[in-house]
């Protein structure tokens, strides 16, 4: 069953998105890139931002799920607290469009694609590049909202495994 997998990796000033075709064990590279805010406009008025690139991006595909990434608690709350705001808007956006909405840990992602939790983006990116046979993703963003989007479908098509194997019992 092909299904199509929206990663996005949030930021309240560089948003990162990956488009991604699941079928079965196959993955097919769809789509990637960042959405870039405004640095000098005020903080509503980037979210504003956001959310009309997210829904423009949303309009041009057929994705079902929207694999997003966790909030990470650093040492700067501020930061916490908008990238908070920014993951509400593409919520919202993605649940308005009906997509199934699904939150993991970026060292849960990471794992989940490199084997290795405290992979670097750099290590990440590579694996990316080579488990959906593409190459030169300019921005780490990016990769890392394709490697939300890989990770998603192996979860994904776990899922039909164990559903399948709870059938045949």
């Not at 996005?8 to 870039?36: K, M």
């Not at 509400?88 to 997509?99: I, K, P, T």
């Not at 970026?106 to 989940?112: D, F, M, P, W």
């Amino acid at each position: 069953m092909k299904v199509q997998i929206l990663g996005v990796d949030p930021g309240s000033r560089v948003t990162g998105f990956g488009l991604i075709e699941a079928d079965g064990d196959r993955l097919r590279h769809l789509r990637h890139g960042v959405i870039l805010l405004d640095d000098k406009a005020d903080f509503a008025t980037r979210l504003a931002q956001l959310a009309r690139a997210f829904r423009e991006i949303l309009a041009g595909h057929q994705a079902a799920h929207l694999a997003l990434e966790k909030i990470f608690l650093g040492k700067n709350a501020d930061s916490a607290f908008k990238l908070g705001h920014a993951r509400g808007v593409l919520m919202s956006e993605a649940a308005q469009a009906g997509m199934r909405i699904h939150e993991y840990a970026a060292r849960q992602v990471k794992k989940g694609v490199t084997g290795n939790g405290g992979a670097s983006k750099e290590e990440t990116q590579i694996v990316v590049q080579n488990l959906l046979g593409i190459h030169g993703i300019q921005r780490l963003d990016a990769s890392d909202a394709l490697a939300l989007a890989c990770h998603h479908a192996f979860e994904f098509r776990k899922a039909a495994i164990l559903r399948t194997a709870v059938e045949f019992r």
